[in-house]
């Protein structure tokens, strides 16, 4: 496969909003290199516990626990370098997870109340929903489409900032329940951490 | 612009000093929080678990190059602002007076202020401060706790949910409700080993050193003269009691997030050789508006220092600035070391994990934008 190959976005983009962070990134990881890590620019992975473990020449960063299950942070430099499809795949994994996180937040306001009425009805609430919404439609409308290279690497760095900004203002909504490291707070955290490991450039 | 005397100057110099000794921990400490223990006798640790006591209760005052530090809003945004720079986490971890000693200083009668801070003065001691309840959060008013009158004691019975410190503290306030309606919530001070008080660690993206807990409270029998106020009007005691005893430290929550911001761009400076000149340029922004929040976090401790009728709103506007710029900065900070920045710069990656802590603490940004606005409704702030 090479870095032009179309993966199956729809399904990755599902399979984040529905089934969580850990089952789409297997599945991304099954497409370009099949089970085989793959590094971001800098030599840099955050991948699920069985993925790392074929690795044999990798360093270990540290863990991160998501939801019972562990992800590995690994540097192998010899293996730095940027794939379009597997980038532009973990834009809609990222986008998926958003949606995901929407979902939740529409659910979680719509059960809380505020002096009787949900928050949800709240228009200050309602304003910051769209303004996340928004965001999220504008990195859609952009990735709706594109094929592997439409978009080069800091396209995709951009995009990958902007779902993390969209998360932010959905986070925010949650108050201290988007913040503890067993809710959606922390899927948020490692969707962040990938972002990290495969855009932006290399240090100089 | 508002700039700090030379007797604030010495204490941030000081309590910089302090915490930056301190952060060599700030990853250990958030693997296991218990590991405070272990620094009860640096100086940082030291100065927290004794700051602020009244000068009635304390035979030994904080004197730092001859100056006496007694607390007040411009001290506790300085010493904030400074952990914040360090390690947010290991302020919060730390044992001390803290967000109780406002209330038992405002609310508390004498026996029960020498009982509080007697014991802070004694020893280290962990406090805790418990108004938020689960599924309501920053709806006070629908407090479901409860505080019944049983003989000579008080049956509290309820749950509160990220309580910073429960499971280390010995003692702390608990609000709870005594009958229906708006002047119906009373504050309690509570030792947490009566039999019935169990405090459960919630996990967080960060700030884990604080480990905030759910607590539960079945039929925890307490001494009828814990309660607070009762000497005060009701209009002075309860939720309006707590209201302005978290407006007093809101400042200083909002001065955690300056120093976060602080923290992430110092980290910038300190570990990204050879900048270019754009990049300069970039920092040099993100220094001047980290100036621009601080100085507003000043005014509202100023504004605390005067009982100033607008310290709500002032206080308000500076929490939800900070928490915002904290979160902006931390962000940005990491394009300074591209790909993986997370990964290679733990600490760096901490901030930007703390940051987001902020938000919540004393109220999200939402409360404070409605806190804001009636300042302004009502005339308190922005006035000719």
């Known amino acids: 496969m090479t870095s032009h190959d179309e993966l199956p976005y729809a399904t990755i983009r599902a399979t984040a909003r529905t089934e969580g962070l850990v089952a789409a990134v297997l599945l991304l990881h099954a497409g370009p290199a099949a089970g085989r890590v793959v590094y971001g620019p800098a030599g840099h992975a955050l991948v699920p516990r069985e993925v790392a473990s074929a690795e044999t020449t990798a360093t270990s960063l540290g863990e991160v626990a998501l939801h019972g299950r562990s992800l590995v942070a690994l540097r192998e430099p010899a293996m730095a370098g940027t794939n379009a499809a597997w980038t532009l795949g973990l834009t809609w994994l990222r986008y998926g997870l958003s949606e995901g996180l929407l979902e939740h937040c529409r659910s979680y306001l719509g059960g809380r109340t505020s002096d009787g009425s949900p928050l949800l009805l709240l228009q200050l609430v309602k304003a910051q929903l769209a303004e996340a919404v928004i965001e999220q439609l504008e990195v859609l409308t952009v990735i709706e489409g594109a094929r592997p290279g439409d978009l080069d690497h800091d396209h995709l760095t951009v995009l990958h900032q902007r779902i993390t900004l969209a998360d932010r203002m959905l986070l925010r909504l949650l108050g201290g329940s988007g913040f503890r490291a067993d809710g959606p707070g922390q899927s948020a955290h490692v969707s962040e951490l990938l972002a990290d490991a495969y855009t932006g450039r290399a240090a100089k | 612009m508002i700039e700090l005397n030379e007797r604030q100057s010495v204490l941030r110099a000081h309590v910089r000093e302090w915490a930056q000794e301190l952060a060599k921990w700030a990853l250990d400490l958030e693997r296991t929080p218990d590991m405070v223990h272990e620094l009860l006798d640096l100086p940082g640790i030291r100065f927290l678990a004794r700051n602020p006591i009244p000068e009635e209760y304390d035979d030994e005052p904080i004197t730092l190059d001859g100056h006496p530090f007694r607390g007040g809003g411009v001290e506790r945004v300085t010493i904030c602002e400074e952990f914040g720079a360090a390690d947010a986490g290991m302020l919060l971890a730390a044992p001390g007076p803290s967000m109780s000693g406002v209330l038992v200083s405002q609310l508390g009668d004498k026996?029960?202020?020498?009982?509080?801070?007697?014991?802070?003065?004694?020893?280290?001691?962990?406090?805790?401060?418990?108004?938020?309840?689960?599924?309501?959060?920053?709806?006070?008013?629908?407090?479901?706790?409860?505080?019944?009158?049983?003989?000579?004691?008080?049956?509290?019975?309820?749950?509160?949910?990220?309580?910073?410190?429960?499971?280390?503290?010995?003692?702390?306030?608990i609000f709870a409700r005594v009958r229906p309606g708006p002047l119906g919530v009373a504050a309690v001070l509570a030792d947490t080993g009566h039999p019935g008080f169990v405090a459960t660690p919630i996990p967080t993206v960060g700030l884990c050193g604080n480990q905030v807990t759910d607590v539960r409270f079945s039929s925890v029998e307490i001494p009828a003269d814990r309660l607070l106020g009762a000497?005060?009007?009701?209009?002075?005691?309860?939720?309006?009691?707590?209201?302005?005893?978290?407006?007093?430290?809101?400042?200083?929550?909002?001065?955690?997030?300056?120093?976060?911001?602080?923290?992430?761009?110092?980290?910038?400076?300190?570990?990204?050789?050879?900048?270019?000149?754009?990049?300069?340029?970039?920092?040099?922004?993100?220094?001047?508006?980290?100036?621009?929040?601080?100085?507003?976090?000043?005014?509202?401790?100023?504004?605390?220092?005067?009982?100033?009728?607008?310290l709500g709103p002032l206080a308000s506007a500076a929490k939800s600035r900070a928490a915002g710029l904290a979160e902006e900065v931390t962000l940005k900070s990491l394009g300074f070391f591209g790909a993986g920045a997370r990964q290679e710069h733990p600490l760096l990656d901490k901030f930007v994990r703390d940051a987001r802590g902020i938000e919540y603490m004393e109220g999200t940004r939402n409360i404070h934008h409605l806190n804001v606005f009636q300042g302004i409704s009502q005339g308190k702030i922005v006035r000719q």
């Not at chain 2, 709806?139 to 410190?165: E, H, P, V």
């Not at chain 2, 400042?251 to 976060?260: D, E, K, N, R, T």
């Open chain 2, 111 to 173: 026996a029960q202020q020498e009982l509080f801070f007697g014991r802070i003065a004694e020893r280290p001691t962990w406090t805790f401060f418990a108004l938020t309840e689960p599924e309501r959060g920053s709806d006070a008013g629908a407090m479901q706790t409860t505080l019944t009158q049983k003989g000579d004691r008080l049956l509290l019975n309820g749950a509160k949910r990220f309580i910073g410190n429960a499971i280390r503290a010995d003692l702390g306030v």
């Open chain 2, 231 to 310: 000497h005060l009007s009701p209009s002075r005691r309860g939720l309006l009691g707590a209201v302005r005893g978290l407006n007093q430290l809101r400042p200083g929550v909002a001065a955690l997030g300056v120093g976060i911001a602080r923290g992430a761009c110092d980290y910038v400076r300190a570990h990204r050789r050879a900048l270019t000149a754009w990049e300069h340029a970039e920092l040099d922004g993100i220094g001047l508006r980290i100036e621009g929040v601080r100085q507003l976090v000043l005014r509202a401790a100023v504004a605390s220092d005067n009982d100033d009728p607008g």
